[in-house]
């Protein structure tokens, strides 16, 4: 399991602050993270944003409130959630605060492949 972002420059001009703030964000990361680059400037932010919300990933929009106020836009993937700025330390903690436990995940698949092997039906919530 990991958190997935995708990380939206505006403009050609914000590349760099988005790959900076990439590099920070798996430093300060405690569990795996799956980061892309939407640098797709042919089509509108809007379009962008879209495409990456159907496909239920957190966003990270990157403008001038990244580099004048240390500020992120971020869109989570929760449903009828609505876009944040968030202070880039303050996101850096939250994304700091999941804590990815392996064997957590072992013990998960093993109980899905145990139910599995049973003819009884049942649910099971996580």
């Known amino acids: 399991m990991s958190l997935e972002f995708v990380i939206i420059p505006v403009t050609k001009d914000y590349e760099n602050l988005a790959y900076e703030?990439?590099?920070?964000?798996?430093?300060s990361a405690n569990t795996s993270l799956n980061i892309e680059f939407d640098t797709n400037y042919n089509l509108s932010l809007n379009t962008r944003t879209n495409?990456?919300?159907?496909?239920d990933k957190n966003i990270i929009i990157i403008n001038d409130t990244?580099?004048?106020?240390?500020?992120?836009?971020?869109?989570f993937s929760d449903k009828g959630s609505r876009s944040k700025t968030m202070n880039i330390e303050e996101f850096l903690e939250l994304i700091a605060s999941f804590d990815y436990d392996e064997k957590e995940d072992e013990n998960n698949d093993s109980i899905i492949k145990n139910a599995n092997d049973e003819n009884d039906s049942f649910c099971i919530i996580m």
């Open 66 to 75: 990244y580099s004048e106020q240390e500020r992120v836009v971020v869109s």
């Open 21 to 27: 703030l990439s590099n920070k964000m798996k430093k």
């Open 51 to 55: 495409k990456h919300k159907r496909d």
